[in-house]
């Protein structure tokens, strides 16, 4: 049996999850089972890789949740500003049972089935132009994952937020289409966006995490013994990604000076200032689509627990 697994990056935490998973359900299922990883959007587009899990023609897709909102809503909470202290906050956080079983429940009445969800860096803006305060994104068309709490964000920092899959970032920004990018410096690093838009504006505002599907059509198609290796070695992938995740996370900022990329962090009192606009987001967001802020609620107790 060939499985296609699939994501949008390269080099980062999501592709290095879909190879330790390649090599674990090969070995696992004694041959029964042979993965292909396909990174870098090599199966199209974002959105076209999620319809083709649900479909079953892609049977394991991995990037950030934001991207299934389309499929439920829910999904958007984990990118709320404001929840984390760090990253390794973060990722404890991630990995609370009670949050963790109810966003891995999510999209199962849409062909999809969660099976580990994990941190991949800190939220940066990859800017054309350097920004040293919150007036600097004033009037910026700044690309962000297709999600109303994203969206929300760049708003209160006085800019144009842009959904946009990313096979599409790249050609917008040497274009001009895009003045600057919100994800995390690891995967913009990796695809070398330094040569295009050289500032890695700091924000830390939020977290960036990566959930890995199957498609469960797929996966209740198989038989009970290779239903229970796949669901164990996606677990034991999720439980031992972070060391790869935070270790690429901080390189990621020696990488972008050395190809020519400038970092740049705000002074604490301009931090504090924009945090302070920031952190009512998730709340108000949450709170306008149904049974979202009970999600909301299960991360906010989830982010205390784990302080």
């Given at each position: 049996?060939?499985?296609?697994?699939?994501?949008?990056?390269?080099?980062?935490?999501?592709?290095?999850?879909?190879?330790?998973?390649?090599?674990?359900?090969?070995?696992?299922?004694?041959?029964?089972?042979?993965?292909?990883?396909?990174?870098?959007?090599?199966?199209?587009?974002?959105?076209?890789?999620?319809?083709?899990?649900?479909?079953?023609?892609?049977?394991?897709?991995?990037?950030?949740?934001?991207?299934?909102?389309?499929?439920?809503?829910?999904?958007?909470?984990?990118?709320?500003?404001?929840?984390?202290?760090?990253?390794?906050?973060?990722?404890?956080?991630?990995?609370?049972?009670?949050f963790d079983k109810a966003?891995?429940?999510?999209?199962?009445?849409?062909?999809?089935k969660g099976v580990g969800?994990?941190?991949?860096?800190?939220?940066?803006?990859?800017?054309?132009?350097?920004?040293?305060?919150?007036?600097?994104?004033?009037?910026?068309?700044?690309?962000?994952?297709?999600?109303?709490?994203?969206?929300?964000?760049?708003?209160?920092?006085?800019?144009?937020?842009?959904?946009?899959?990313?096979?599409?970032?790249?050609?917008?920004?040497?274009?001009?289409?895009?003045?600057?990018?919100?994800?995390?410096?690891?995967?913009?690093?990796?695809?070398?966006?330094?040569?295009?838009?050289?500032?890695?504006?700091?924000?830390?505002?939020?977290?960036?995490?990566?959930?890995?599907?199957?498609?469960?059509?797929?996966?209740?198609?198989?038989?009970?013994?290779?239903?229970?290796?796949?669901?164990?070695?996606?677990?034991?992938?999720?439980?031992?990604?972070?060391?790869?995740?935070?270790?690429?996370?901080?390189?990621?900022?020696?990488?972008?000076?050395?190809?020519?990329?400038?970092?740049?962090?705000?002074?604490?009192?301009?931090?504090?200032?924009?945090?302070?606009?920031?952190?009512?987001?998730?709340?108000?967001?949450?709170?306008?689509?149904?049974?979202?802020?009970?999600?909301?609620?299960?991360?906010?107790?989830?982010?205390?627990?784990?302080?």
């Open positions: 049996m060939v499985i296609k697994l699939a994501t949008a990056t390269l080099n980062d935490a999501q592709h290095e999850w879909l190879k330790r998973f390649a090599t674990m359900i090969d070995k696992d299922s004694n041959g029964r089972i042979k993965a292909q990883v396909f990174p870098a959007s090599q199966l199209g587009s974002i959105p076209r890789m999620i319809e083709q899990t649900q479909f079953g023609s892609i049977q394991c897709w991995v990037g950030p949740p934001e991207f299934l909102s389309g499929v439920d809503m829910r999904y958007e909470v984990v990118s709320a500003p404001g929840l984390f202290k760090d990253i390794a906050h973060a990722h404890r956080a991630l990995q609370d049972p009670a966003i891995l429940a999510l999209g199962a009445n849409k062909g999809l969800i994990f941190v991949s860096a800190p939220e940066s803006i990859i800017s054309r132009k350097p920004v040293h305060d919150i007036a600097g994104f004033s009037g910026m068309k700044i690309r962000v994952l297709a999600a109303p709490m994203q969206m929300e964000q760049i708003r209160a920092l006085g800019a144009t937020p842009v959904p946009m899959s990313l096979g599409e970032v790249l050609p917008a920004l040497q274009q001009g289409a895009l003045d600057a990018v919100m994800g995390d410096t690891p995967v913009f690093t990796d695809l070398r966006y330094y040569s295009v838009a050289k500032y890695a504006v700091e924000t830390e505002h939020a977290l960036v995490s990566s959930i890995a599907v199957f498609s469960k059509k797929w996966f209740d198609g198989l038989p009970p013994d290779l239903q229970k290796i796949a669901l164990t070695d996606a677990q034991k992938v999720t439980d031992n990604i972070y060391p790869f995740a935070y270790a690429e996370y901080t390189q990621s900022f020696k990488t972008w000076t050395s190809g020519g990329g400038t970092v740049i962090r705000f002074d604490p009192k301009e931090q504090a200032k924009m945090m302070a606009l920031l952190e009512p987001v998730g709340g108000k967001v949450a709170a306008k689509t149904p049974g979202e802020k009970e999600l909301w609620d299960l991360l906010q107790a989830a982010a205390k627990r784990t302080e």
